[in-house]
């Protein structure tokens, strides 16, 4: 192998991974990452200048059992694995047979520095730059998403993607047994691009397809919530009628009261029945006209089903909001279910206490909304980080009920921002609304 050989495999090599790392999902184990990068270097560097294009089975082939040790990811790892190498395949083409054409043979360039470099570094920027402009993207939209995707598709995607490797590789070893002449460098570009092509278009159409689910959640959840809200405001109107019903006996009893001049049952009938129901009813009232400061229908509907139930479950529920809120800058049905895993968990956690306490306050600043949850709670079974890792599944004091999945929701959401505080018996979650271009209004 000459030195140019060498540079050129080096920054090839160095290309590929880079390009994994930028795609390749996340959460993947570092043993499995670290393991991939230096299989990678050993076939490429060390393997390839000796197997030649029979290597590159052996390549895909290690791969891809490194790659299934992940479990979590999998199918999503082993795809766009796939998807890496016939990109970079399609780029060398797509630098080579220019190059060819204009009289430069590969093992020309391969003679010359400045030719070895301009081909190296034409081919690793064709590679790494749409890997830069999409692999957020992946992330947040796949990797977040995958349950949305039905287990059957997930697996006739993979069995896609293999077969076109699969013809890809032949083609590629027919090609160097032939010496790579340009017709046949041309027809296997042509056949790369016009499967990279097609699976370009499946993966728009999929796109779009889980676009359209998302918005039609958003509805159904939109609609429920809805529904609860309408029905607890029939239960409220129901609950208002049978107090103006009581209020003619309430009067007739304070007068026999009265009349017998027995101020202390006066008192105390006032104390237990009178003070404690209409308590009750002003409590209902005043959280109903507090949320309609908030337009946001999905939102103010979730925020009344679960302080309806924290209020049926008998907490002390107390609701601040002083400013009316008509947009919230981010996705509503990420914002929906982050929001309802933390009432959900301060509910259950509340509801195991002497104190009862459920608080939710939302305060609007100049770029941001803050949802501050509040709650009692016994003391933690484990560390508060620990929380919110998915292996923590006692139910006791926040755990399992979502929390690891309320963070990875977070996390891919650059808008949303949270933080968690445990002290004095209160458990407090911190959820931020960013950009909030001053959709509210001050209620004098």
Same mark, same amino acid.
């Given at each position: 192998?000459?030195?140019?050989?060498? %540079?050129?495999? $080096?920054?090839?090599?160095?290309?590929?991974?880079?390009?994994?790392?930028?795609?390749?999902?996340?959460?993947?184990?570092?043993?499995?990452?670290?393991?991939?990068?230096?299989?990678?270097?050993?076939?490429?560097? &060390?393997? !390839?200048?000796? #197997?030649?294009?029979?290597?590159?089975?052996?390549?895909?082939?290690?791969?891809?059992?490194?790659?299934?040790?992940?479990?979590?990811?999998?199918?999503?790892? %082993?795809? &766009? &694995?796939?998807?890496?190498?016939?990109?970079?395949? %399609?780029?060398?083409? !797509?630098?080579?047979?220019?190059?060819?054409?204009?009289?430069?043979?590969?093992?020309?360039?391969?003679? #010359?520095?400045?030719?070895?470099?301009?081909?190296?570094? $034409?081919?690793?920027?064709?590679?790494?730059?749409?890997?830069?402009?999409?692999?957020?993207?992946?992330?947040?939209?796949?990797?977040?998403?995958?349950?949305?995707?039905?287990?059957?598709?997930?697996?006739?995607?993979?069995?896609?993607?293999?077969?076109?490797?699969?013809?890809?590789?032949?083609?590629?070893?027919?090609? +160097?047994?032939?010496?790579?002449?340009?017709?046949?460098?041309?027809?296997?570009?042509?056949?790369?691009?016009?499967? !990279? =092509?097609?699976?370009?278009?499946?993966?728009?159409?999929?796109?779009?397809?889980?676009?359209? *689910?998302?918005? $039609?959640?958003?509805?159904?959840?939109?609609?429920?919530?809805?529904?609860?809200?309408?029905?607890?405001?029939?239960?409220?109107?129901?609950?208002?009628?049978?107090?103006?019903?009581?209020?003619?006996?309430?009067?007739?009893?304070?007068?026999?009261?009265?009349?017998?001049?027995?101020?202390?049952?006066?008192?105390?009938?006032?104390?237990?029945?009178?003070?404690?129901?209409? #308590?009750?009813?002003?409590?209902?009232?005043?959280?109903?006209?507090?949320?309609?400061?908030?337009?946001?229908?999905?939102?103010?509907?979730?925020?009344?089903?679960?302080?309806?139930?924290?209020?049926?479950?008998?907490?002390?529920?107390?609701?601040?909001?002083?400013?009316?809120?008509?947009?919230? +800058?981010?996705?509503? %049905?990420?914002?929906?279910?982050?929001?309802?895993?933390?009432?959900?968990? =301060?509910?259950?956690? =509340?509801?195991?206490?002497?104190?009862?306490?459920?608080?939710?306050?939302?305060?609007?600043?100049?770029?941001?909304?803050?949802?501050?949850?509040?709650?009692?709670?016994?003391?933690?079974?484990?560390?508060?980080?620990?929380?919110?890792?998915?292996?923590?599944?006692?139910?006791? !004091?926040? #755990?399992?009920?979502?929390?690891?999945?309320?963070?990875?929701?977070?996390?891919?959401?650059?808008?949303?921002?949270? *933080?968690?505080?445990?002290?004095?018996?209160? &458990?407090?979650?911190?959820?931020?609304?960013?950009?909030?271009?001053?959709?509210?209004?001050?209620?004098?």
């Amino acid at each position: 192998m000459t030195l140019l050989t060498f %540079l050129c495999q $080096l920054i090839s090599t160095t290309t590929f991974i880079l390009m994994c790392h930028l795609i390749l999902s996340k959460r993947l184990p570092r043993k499995i990452t670290y393991s991939l990068y230096l299989y990678t270097i050993f076939i490429c560097i &060390f393997l !390839a200048p000796f #197997s030649g294009q029979y290597g590159i089975p052996i390549f895909l082939l290690g791969a891809i059992i490194i790659l299934s040790f992940h479990k979590k990811d999998r199918l999503y790892n %082993l795809l &766009f &694995f796939q998807i890496l190498w016939a990109w970079s395949v %399609l780029t060398d083409y !797509a630098v080579t047979i220019p190059l060819r054409i204009a009289g430069y043979d590969f093992d020309v360039i391969l003679t #010359s520095l400045p030719l070895t470099l301009l081909f190296s570094i $034409l081919h690793a920027l064709l590679c790494i730059l749409p890997c830069l402009f999409i692999g957020n993207r992946l992330h947040r939209k796949l990797v977040t998403n995958q349950d949305v995707i039905p287990p059957r598709i997930q697996r006739l995607l993979f069995l896609e993607v293999t077969i076109c490797s699969c013809i890809f590789l032949i083609n590629i070893i027919f090609g +160097s047994l032939l010496h790579y002449p340009t017709d046949i460098l041309l027809f296997n570009g042509i056949l790369i691009f016009c499967f !990279a =092509a097609a699976n370009v278009l499946i993966f728009l159409m999929l796109y779009n397809t889980l676009q359209a *689910n998302k918005k $039609l959640e958003l509805q159904a959840r939109e609609q429920e919530n809805l529904t609860h809200y309408m029905a607890q405001l029939e239960n409220h109107y129901q609950d208002t009628r049978r107090f103006k019903h009581d209020y003619l006996n309430i009067l007739s009893t304070i007068t026999g009261y009265i009349q017998e001049n027995d101020m202390d049952k006066l008192r105390n009938y006032f104390d237990s029945s009178i003070v404690t129901s209409s #308590s009750i009813l002003v409590n209902q009232d005043d959280t109903l006209a507090r949320l309609s400061l908030i337009k946001v229908t999905e939102i103010k509907g979730l925020l009344y089903t679960k302080m309806v139930q924290a209020m049926n479950r008998q907490l002390d529920v107390s609701f601040e909001l002083t400013q009316e809120i008509t947009e919230l +800058s981010t996705d509503l %049905l990420t914002l929906s279910r982050v929001l309802g895993i933390f009432l959900d968990n =301060a509910i259950e956690a =509340a509801s195991e206490t002497e104190q009862k306490r459920f608080h939710i306050a939302i305060v609007c600043k100049v770029h941001s909304v803050i949802f501050h949850i509040e709650n009692s709670t016994k003391p933690l079974l484990f560390p508060l980080e620990e929380l919110f890792k998915p292996s923590i599944s006692s139910k006791e !004091a926040h #755990s399992g009920l979502g929390l690891p999945t309320a963070n990875m929701l977070i996390a891919n959401a650059p808008e949303l921002t949270s *933080n968690t505080i445990c002290e004095n018996g209160l &458990f407090k979650q911190i959820l931020v609304v960013s950009n909030f271009k001053k959709n509210y209004h001050n209620i004098s």
